[in-house]
């Protein structure tokens, strides 16, 4: 299985993104997907994950009513949509898929990492 992240960029605070990831090998739709994010200095945090049918586990307190995690298994894709980006946001991007239909918030259950995209926002 490999994953390939992209959609990162700058944008000023304020502004959106939207990250994909697309898989290729494996039975996507029997996969969990996390969005997980690290910024510079620190460690690698969960931002989102859904499980194979769509079910969204949780996202974390900071990006809540902000950020939607999707998929859409026909495409093999997983998405993340990013509004009302702020500083704090900024940090590089990793989606990441778990061998399990169910997702998981840590990071050590996944078993597939994208290469990571880099969103940075501007104050």
């Known amino acids: 299985v490999q994953l390939q992240a992209c959609g990162g960029g700058l944008v000023q605070t304020g502004g959106f993104l939207k990250l994909s990831c697309a898989a290729s090998?494996?039975?996507?739709?029997?996969?969990?997907m996390g969005w997980f994010r690290q910024a510079p200095g620190k460690e690698r945090d969960f931002v989102s994950a859904?499980?194979?049918?769509?079910?969204?586990?949780d996202y974390v307190d900071s990006v809540k009513g902000r950020f939607t995690i999707s998929r859409d298994n026909a495409k093999n894709t997983v998405y993340l949509q990013m509004n009302s980006l702020k500083p704090e946001d900024t940090a590089v991007y990793y989606c990441?898929?778990?061998?399990?239909?169910?997702?998981?918030?840590?990071?050590?259950?996944?078993?597939?990492w994208g290469q990571g995209t880099l969103v940075t926002v501007s104050s």
């Open positions: 990441a898929l778990r061998q399990d239909r169910r997702a998981t918030m840590t990071s050590g259950e996944y078993d597939y």
């Open positions: 859904v499980s194979w049918s769509g079910g969204i586990l």
């Open positions: 090998g494996g039975t996507f739709e029997t996969y969990g």
